[in-house]
């Protein structure tokens, strides 16, 4: 049998087809962008997401001429979809979703914070409040517009609004109902009665069904099945939010095996039994074991984000190249890097381009250059810009150290910046992590395979997906470049704290 996993990214949704060994068959993406009508905002229509995953879906049974009968189902991981996607009765989407990136319920907030003792949040929920949270989107929403809260039926994750088009049924997974934050009870796996009336959010907004991502929400029907060359009643499995899958897909199921998932932000994370939560980082259900595991996470906003607007914005030249001759712009911004010694001669750079998630959790937080001379080229600031994101991985793994956590030496990357050599050393550089790659593309795609032959009974236990995953060599730390690196990682921290009063009058 072969197994079909689906992620909706931020920027893109990416479609694979493995066999029972975790080959990766076929795979196809179908890129988007995000509409952001103002500074902080970032919103998106899920039809977007519907029709990248009918076409992703589409294209991989077309190129890999597998017959329908034998595909065992079709799991669906997303990112984080913030608020989720007001809804009618008839499912009709009332306006775009505010997703994980928009940080406009700033004054919620505030009020949050104000208002709710930090004890009781955390307690119930083992998160505080921030404008990334979606309990804050739910709160912005119906302070501000009033009329699409009250014709709101139910907020709906992306990857779930998906999964109803297909299916016909409304449900959300642990992972994906955990991340809501503030109204989700991380101790008795279900919503807050309690919150959801100091917070004012209607419970009977929130989908009553929640699932374990490797449980089968239903099946396809026929107008979907024969639009994208599937069997009619293909089961549809639940999924989750797409960091933990992408951890599940380097292998990891066990407490002390860490994975940083790298692609328009940052989601490094570890599992446990839930003694290590803090306020400090994101804790929600895992995806596998979700009843008895929890997923404790730290957040970079923008990290492949800026280095995607740097490309864009500053690199035409090299993009013109690209078209010419095929090698990614990417590629070659970062081969003009490669002698560019640590620190970059001189700069640092605060990766909040769209505010800053953990560990800082700050909405007003801006992006920042510092060090500038007539000396240094783009190259230099291009680099600074990688190392920014490791400083910001560095910033959350150091969160999570304080807790006691235990964490392994080596950390799995995964996402794009794996296939970079040279950002690959820079993290191993500047956490002091050995840095561990899967030999094949390992991310939420592939997790969500995995769940389907959970969800269908292929495989019988988590660990399992471990006899998936081979490895490179480890990428281990360059001992004179983390010397330097810990010290320019003194000053990045430093320089948010000098610069903070500043970014909030900007």
Known sequence: MYLIGIDIGTQSTKAVITDENGVVIVESLKEYSVLTPQP???????DVWFNA???????????????????AGVAISGLYGGSGIPVDKEFKPLRPCLIWMDRRATNETDWVKKNVPKETIFGITGNYVDSYFGFTKMMWLKNNESDIWEKTYKFVTPKDYVIYKLTGVNAIDYSSAGNIGGIFDIHKKYWSKEMCKILGIDIDKLPENIVKSSDIVGKISRKYAQETGLLEGTPIIAGGIDAPVAQLSAGSVFEGEHVAMIGTSTCWGNIHDGKYLTPELVSYPYVVDDLE???????????????????????????????KTGISAYTLLELQVKDIPASSEGLIVLPYFMGERSPIWDSHAKGTIVGLSLYHKKKHIYKAFMEAVAYS??????????????????????????????????????TGYNMKRAKQSVEAPLGDAFLVGLATKIFEKPESIKKW??????????????????????IYKQLYKSTKEIMEQL
């Open 40 to 46: 902080n905002w970032a919103e998106q229509w899920p």
């Open 53 to 71: 995953v009918i076409d992703t879906l589409k294209k991989v049974l077309e190129k890999s001429q597998i017959l329908p009968k034998d595909i």
């Open 293 to 323: 595991k929890i997923y404790t996470f730290g957040g970079g906003a923008t990290s492949g984000a800026i280095v995607r607007w740097f490309r864009d914005e500053f690199g035409s030249y090299e993009k013109e190249i690209e078209d």
């Open 393 to 430: 991985l560095r910033h959350n793994i150091e969160e999570a150290e304080k807790t006691g956590m235990k964490l392994n030496d080596e950390c799995y990357l995964v996402g794009g910046v794996a296939k970079s050599d040279i950002w690959t050393q820079i993290f191993a550089d500047v």
């Open 469 to 490: 995953v081979q490895f490179k060599e480890d990428v281990l730390p360059n001992s004179s470049n983390k010397q330097i690196y810990d010290k320019y990682f003194n």
